[in-house]
């Protein structure tokens, strides 16, 4: 089975451009979440999709975040404008049941840096 | 003060030794209880999770919960090389739709052989 895989890996970009990042969960797992971690900080939650539905967005940091999964399959996070506190880890986990402990599979993440 | 707290370390033990890994929480909403394990460049690895009070075991490592002091901790036996990592704990709350992981920080551990 093919595990959750994200790319990029890395992201350089400059304040204030764009960046997307994608993720592919496991296939047939309806459950996707979006975590970030910031250098110094503990992993965060942003949302949570139930196939292409936002269970749960209040992680999100603001409205220059925006996540989509059409088709209730791969899903993208996009960053617009990028600003420097936005650099960090972005992972995403998929799981086939909602509370997702038996099955949380983590991507290796895309490490975004803005400079 | 945050919900979820964890000494990041670094830790080194020497090859063999027992290690203990520590989270407290302060919100007793939290139910549900899981470490994670994470290498350098990838994701966080499910190591246990685990809802009730007291022990759970898993050939080298124990998860033990003490909600009453709202206190976590994982054991790791005859502790290897091969272990060396960041160990998370993580966390949920029960009931509502809400399933979103709170983390602690991690703690960083360095077997040496």
């Known amino acids: 089975e093919a595990g959750v895989t994200q790319f990029p890996s890395h992201s350089v970009i400059e304040k204030g451009q764009t960046v997307t990042l994608r993720c592919d969960p496991i296939s047939g797992h309806d459950n996707l979440y979006w975590y970030r971690r910031v250098m110094g900080k503990e992993i965060k939650f942003l949302l949570h999709f139930v196939k292409e539905s936002k269970q749960d967005e209040s992680g999100m940091p603001n409205n220059r975040f925006l996540a989509e999964r059409t088709g209730g399959t791969y899903s993208t996070l996009k960053v617009q404008p990028a600003e420097l506190e936005d650099s960090g880890v972005y992972f995403c986990?998929?799981?086939?049941?909602?509370?997702?402990?038996?099955?949380?599979?983590f991507g290796s993440g895309t490490r975004l840096t803005v400079v | 003060q945050k919900e979820v707290e964890q000494d990041p370390g670094p830790l080194s033990v020497p090859e063999g030794a027992i290690v203990s890994l520590n989270c407290t929480y302060s919100n007793s909403a939290f139910q549900y209880f899981m470490w994670y394990r994470q290498y350098s460049r990838k994701g966080p690895e499910l190591l246990m999770y685990t809802y009730s009070s007291g022990n759970k075991e898993d050939g080298r490592f124990t998860a033990q919960v003490d909600k009453s002091s709202k206190y976590i901790s994982l054991f790791i036996r005859d502790s290897q090389p091969s272990d060396s990592a960041t160990y998370l704990c993580?966390?949920?709350?029960?009931?509502?739709?809400?399933?979103?992981?709170?983390f602690g920080k991690g703690t960083l551990l360095t077997v040496n052989p």
């Open positions: 986990a998929s799981s086939q049941d909602r509370q997702g402990f038996y099955g949380y599979t």
């Open positions: 993580a966390m949920f709350k029960s009931g509502g739709s809400n399933y979103k992981l709170t």
